[in-house]
């Protein structure tokens, strides 16, 4: 498939995604109506940043998809110079929420630089990975520049801090490495040391070894640690098979934290109940499988690895967000992709699926 000779986009990934936006947009306005009215005095304030930034999405994605993913290969390194500038400036300038310093504040709008990043991540892995496709094999020359680079991004997060999107740029790494040609062997000797890095972090911060003892047994505490995952199951188990309506949730009224963002699922799971849930995922599901299917059938390395790395972190988020509202794994902060209140998560996550359409254009066929 030639520059030239251009393929229709990928229609079941852009229905959807509108489909993803357009019922995510509703349950941030569920989730968040009685919070917001109680905290300003607008039960529309979170419904209607949601909105505004799933148009900013909507044109950015249109703006990606019509743009050749190839000429996005020269911006990858003043992408990833930009991000590192920015991460340092929220060290220092950021806005700080629950003591963490995540946003910069431009223009009266928040921008999570670490969302940023994980497109800057991807876009610069893809890019330098198809032009060392040959050394990639070799550790010392091949995967440890690659650990370099996103040991940057994970300390600069982490001093945030925001252990859940710096562990997710780790994983990411080693999808898109696997996916590059590394030797099996080295990516296990990774995960051996990452899981014993992420259990010394998990050690030396109290807060994290709370969240990890409140996920064995959060019963134990149910006032303090275990109190978020209590709720949370609470509210799933209260939807039972249907749900219990729409808007008709009884955790949003301040029994849940965050359910606008981090556990919105859970909201989802207390509305709509068990078959709800399950067709939410069946959607996540469909926009995997054909983001997998771009990369398998993408004219060149790089658009392979560029397509999956965009749908590998969604998976990546997709998965830890749905784990944790179930209690599978300890909380974390990773909001559940184009659905989770977030504004610079949703119009970041939407342009980086007008890229995977764009390389959807020139897919090969069969």
């Not at 290969?73 to 590192?84: A, G, P, Y």
């Not at 699926?353 to 897919?363: D, P, T």
Request: aromatic share 14%.
């Amino acid at each position: 498939m030639t520059k030239k000779n251009k393929k229709p986009i990928d229609y079941p990934i852009l229905l959807t995604i509108i489909i993803l936006v357009a019922f995510g947009t509703i349950m941030v306005f569920s989730a968040s109506f009685y919070y917001a009215q109680l905290r300003w005095g607008d039960k529309y304030y979170f419904f209607r940043r949601q909105c505004v930034w799933a148009v900013v999405g909507f044109i950015a994605m249109a703006f990606t998809a019509n743009f050749s993913y190839w000429k996005l290969q020269k911006f990858s390194r003043l992408l990833m110079i930009i991000t590192i500038v920015l991460l340092i400036a929220v060290l220092v300038v950021g806005v700080e929420r629950n003591n963490a310093k995540r946003w910069l504040s431009i223009g009266g709008l928040s921008v999570q630089p670490a969302e940023i990043a994980k497109f800057s991540l991807i876009l610069y892995l893809a890019h330098s990975m198809s032009l060392r496709r040959d050394k990639i094999k070799y550790f010392f020359k091949g995967v440890v520049p690659y650990l370099l680079i996103t040991g940057i991004l994970f300390g600069l997060i982490m001093l945030q801090p925001n252990f859940s999107t710096a562990g997710s740029l780790v994983l990411l790494s080693i999808v898109m490495l696997f996916v590059a040609g590394a030797r099996l062997w080295h990516l296990g000797f990774l995960a051996v040391c990452g899981a014993s890095a992420a259990a010394a972090l998990v050690m030396a911060a109290k807060y994290r070894l709370e969240r990890w003892m409140a996920f064995l047994d959060p019963w134990k505490d149910p006032i303090e640690t275990g109190y978020q995952m209590i709720q949370s199951l609470y509210s799933l188990g209260a939807g039972g098979l249907f749900g219990m309506g729409l808007g008709e949730s009884r955790q949003k009224y301040l029994y849940i934290p965050y359910p606008e963002t981090d556990f919105i699922y859970a909201i989802i799971g207390e509305e709509l109940g068990f078959i709800g849930s399950a067709i939410l995922i069946l959607l996540f599901v469909i926009l995997i499988w054909r983001g997998l299917k771009i990369a398998i059938t993408a004219p060149d390395l790089f658009g392979c690895l560029l397509a999956t790395g965009i749908i590998g972190m969604i998976a990546i988020q997709t998965t830890i967000n749905i784990a944790v509202v179930t209690a599978s794994m300890p909380p974390t902060g990773l909001p559940l992709p184009f659905v989770s209140f977030g504004g610079s998560s949703l119009a970041i996550s939407m342009a980086s699926i007008g890229v995977l359409l764009n390389i959807s254009r020139y897919a090969k066929t069969g």
